[in-house]
């Protein structure tokens, strides 16, 4: 395997822009004081946590993995890229930048410069896996993990968005973190239902009937579900430390199992990438890497 420059290079600096981003923002130094009410604080706290600890090192990690031609690299840097895609969206459009005190805005220029980064960094990794046959003997892996994810995205719309939109869409919105943040609450919505859980339940019938189609997407997905569930355990602990009246010790916990739930079916798709054997097998995923470049 030949040694990936473009993508080692990337993903460092993905990793050294989510630490400067951290460092500026409310959790660390708050030089940066986002256009947010105190609940959307707290919970920009929680993902610049997860930023910090688990998002930056996993890319330090990917890149020296991209270095040294490991073929988990493309399939790792996937979702850090993809993390970053969905959280700086939240984090750009937002803000109530007309009505709230701040001066988030002046972070523009870093945050769009990690996007297109991270869309960079999507694009080299996903040129990086070369879909083959999936091998029979993952088979009854494929179709595990697929049910998860069809499971998942099912809950996901009936309970999370099912309630949570009758609220919302109601003339009279009671739901607190609707009326915290409303304009974020869409955003979210957007990206959810509208790209990300239509794809997990795609992926996941996909993994069920095998086809080879899934085999690039399959990490895409399972990227986005070991961490942006972790941001949501990481809002609900820091909602709680800040004394936020709708946070408590349930909500962490249920936050924690979905977490988990999520973490399994990405252990299923990348666990494979990390055994050792042939060079080139079809692996798990359906698919061999090539990391060239």
């Given amino acids: ?43 920009l706290k929680g993902v610049d946590f997860v930023s910090l600890i688990v998002v930056a090192p996993l890319c330090v990690v990917t890149g020296l993995l991209a270095a040294r031609g490991h073929r988990a690299a493309p ?8 993390y970053v895609l969905y959280v700086v969206t939240e984090t750009i459009v937002g803000p109530n930048y007309l009505r709230v ?26 040129n990086q896996l070369e879909p083959s046959n999936v091998g029979a003997s993952w088979r009854r892996s494929d179709r595990i993990a697929g049910a998860f994810f069809i499971a ?5 719309v009936i309970g999370r968005y099912l309630p949570g939109l009758a609220d919302a869409m109601s003339s009279r919105p009671t739901g607190t973190d609707y009326l915290a943040g409303p304009t974020i609450y869409w955003t979210i919505a957007l990206e959810d239902l509208g790209i990300v859980i239509p794809a997990m339940i795609a992926v996941g019938i996909g993994m069920w009937r095998g086809r080879p189609w899934v085999a690039r997407a399959r990490f895409a997905i399972a990227g986005w579900g070991a961490l942006i569930p972790l941001t949501v355990v990481s809002m609900s602990a820091t909602m709680y430390v800040d004394k936020q009246p709708s946070a408590s ?45």
């Fill in 101 to 126: 005190p701040g001066n988030n805005e002046r972070l523009f220029p870093l945050l769009i410069a990690l996007f297109i980064l991270a869309g960079t960094i999507v694009l080299i990794a996903w």
């Fill in 249 to 293: 010790w349930s909500s962490i916990a249920l936050m924690s199992v979905m977490a988990v739930a999520f973490i399994l079916p990405a252990a299923l798709c990348f666990g494979p990438l990390f055994r050792t054997g042939r060079t080139e097998d079809p692996v798990h995923a359906g698919v061999k890497i090539s990391v060239g470049g």
């Fill in 152 to 156: 998942l995205g099912a809950f996901l």
């Fill in 1 to 43: 395997m030949r040694r990936n420059r473009w993508l080692s290079a990337s993903l460092f600096a993905l990793a050294a822009g989510l630490a400067i981003t951290v460092l500026l923002g409310p959790l660390v130094t708050g030089v940066v004081h986002y256009r947010v009410s105190e609940l959307m604080l707290s919970q």
């Fill in 75 to 82: 399939a790792l840097a996937l979702g850090p890229a993809i």
